[in-house]
Nanobody
Framework: QVQLVESGGGLVQDGGSLTLSCVAS??????????MGWFRQALGKEREFVAT????????NYKESVKGRFTVSRDNAKSVVYLQMNRLKPADTAVYYC?????????????????WGQGTQVTVSS
């Protein structure tokens, strides 16, 4: 049974930093062969793309509003993907989800992802 477990969320002040982690387990395929993504959903809004990383970390893409502030990375030996978030803003407040797709190439489209975590809450106070 595939499990993606996010951690690292919390309450932070405007301009602060957080690092989210997502550990994958129970995969029927090798973690290092699949792309991963981070998405978020604010209260009352649709889920939106935040960042994605290819299987070998060569390709990384970001939502325009987080470029230069967020960094996605992965450790294939540990089956973990990270989202380093700096200079956080109240607009970044949301539940953050990691997702895995069954292909190696990065994608910003939620429908390209097969497996999803339960999410971790990030709240940025002004």
């Amino acid at each position: 049974q595939v499990q993606l477990v996010e951690s690292g969320g919390g309450l932070v002040q405007d301009g602060g930093s957080l690092t989210l982690s997502c550990v994958a387990s129970g995969l029927s395929f090798t973690f290092s062969s699949v792309a991963m993504g981070w998405f978020r959903q604010a209260l009352g809004k649709e889920r939106e793309f935040v960042a994605t990383i290819s299987h070998n970390s060569v390709s990384r893409n970001y939502k325009e509003s987080v470029k230069g502030r967020f960094t996605v990375s992965r450790d294939n030996a540990k089956s973990v993907v990270y989202l380093q978030m700096n200079r956080l803003k109240p607009a970044d407040t949301a539940v953050y989800y990691c997702a895995a797709r069954r292909y190696s190439t990065a994608s910003a489209a939620p429908y390209d992802y097969t497996y999803w975590g339960q999410g971790t809450q990030v709240t940025v106070s002004s």
